[in-house]
């Protein structure tokens, strides 16, 4: 079965750096988007990042483009985001998300906390 396992979520200082994981399993990852969400308490999840099967092509949201980085690792079915520069409206549980047979599938996401 499809499985997305997040992990590398944590407590980071304002200005501070987190690099997130997303291993992907049961499904063929190198030709399939992986995408990025996130939810902040009392809000609804919001996209924040797309990489391309062979990740040649990314797209982020604008309250994290230039901050962020998605990459992806075919040989690993990992994808990653690195996230730089964080800032407390960062602060949620961020999830991966892939769509193999058009069907949405999450992991369990992984909670990131921006605090001093």
């Known amino acids: 079965q499809v499985q997305l396992v997040e992990s590398g979520g944590g407590l980071a200082q304002p200005g501070g750096s987190l690099r997130l994981s997303c291993a992907a399993s049961g499904f063929l990852f190198n030709i399939n988007v992986m995408r990025w969400y996130r939810q902040a308490p009392g809000k609804e999840r919001e996209w924040v990042a797309v990489?391309?099967?062979?990740?040649?092509?990314?797209n982020y949201a604008d309250s994290v483009k230039g901050r962020f980085t998605i990459s992806r690792d075919n040989a690993k079915n990992t994808v990653y985001l690195q996230m730089n520069s964080l800032k407390p409206e960062d602060t949620a549980v961020y999830y991966c998300n892939a769509r193999p047979w058009s069907i949405d599938y999450w992991g369990q996401g992984t909670q990131v906390t921006v605090s001093s």
């Open positions: 990489i391309s099967t062979v990740g040649d092509t990314t």
